[in-house]
């Protein structure tokens, strides 16, 4: 089945470490997002890629940084820049960025800080 | 992007259908509505979504007014799984230049199925 894979579930960072998300798609999609969201609160768009090699900074892209190497993969690290990491990642990616199909997500990766 | 209102939870038993209202009354005419489900610790699901016609696929039926002001997301048969928290998005189909690209949730409306 395509879908979206997120990984890991589950992440605990320490302190001043570097720690990255992968995603990957298997749906042939151009675009790709990440964002994040944090309890009782709505999703904030981190970073998006239209296409493969071309990305674009969100609304709070400090602290954190992608690559798009390859169409169905687009890995998020979160950096020790990072201040406050804690929260639920989510990777989501559409057909085009210019289309009206929808973005679908994968499950998410939870991020802790020992 | 419209501003959507949906009430904050709903209850349904479980067989029975479920209604799930959104209000959108600012919409303007190249925006869709989209809705998408998050069940507890889970990533977003997408749904449905429609411009002016009614649609339906296996998950649900999108039912949207005529003015397209408000709009309805049925569940057939809702069953214990469909437990979760609902949400009603309207935004223009396709990159208009502005920031519609990235999706944002309001605070949806959480359905509740019991047994």
């Known amino acids: 089945d395509g879908g979206i894979t997120q990984s890991p579930k589950y992440l605990f960072r320490k302190e001043g470490q570097n720690v990255t998300l992968s995603c990957e798609q298997n749906?042939?999609?151009?675009?790709m997002y990440w964002y994040r969201q944090d309890p009782g609160q709505g999703l904030r768009l981190i970073y998006y890629?239209?296409?493969?090699?071309?990305?674009q900074k969100g609304d709070i892209a400090e602290g954190y940084s992608v690559s798009r190497e390859k169409k169905e993969s687009f890995p998020l690290t979160v950096t020790s820049a990072q201040k406050n990491p804690t929260a639920f990642y989510l990777c989501?990616?559409?057909?085009?960025?210019?289309?009206?199909?929808?973005?679908?997500f994968g499950d998410g990766t939870r991020l802790s800080i020992l | 992007d419209a501003k959507t209102t949906q009430p904050t939870s709903m209850d349904c038993a479980e067989g029975r259908a479920a209604n799930l209202p959104c209000n959108h009354s600012?919409?303007?005419?190249?925006?869709?509505v989209y809705w998408y489900r998050q069940i507890h610790s889970q990533g977003p699901q997408y749904i449905i979504h429609?411009?002016?016609n009614n649609e339906t696929n296996e998950m649900a039926s999108l039912i949207i007014t005529e003015d397209r002001k408000s709009s309805t997301l049925i569940l057939p048969h809702a069953t214990l799984r469909d437990t979760a928290v609902y949400y009603c998005?309207?935004?223009?189909?396709?990159?208009?230049?502005?920031?519609?690209?990235?999706?944002?949730f309001g605070k949806g409306t959480l359905l509740t199925v019991n047994p």
């Open positions: 600012t919409i303007s005419g190249n925006e869709y």
């Open positions: 989501a990616s559409s057909i085009g960025f210019d289309s009206n199909q929808p973005q679908h």
């Open positions: 749906l042939n999609h151009d675009a």
């Open positions: 890629s239209q296409i493969v090699n071309d990305f």
């Open positions: 998005i309207v935004r223009v189909g396709g990159y208009s230049g502005g920031s519609n690209y990235k999706l944002t």
């Open positions: 429609g411009l002016k």
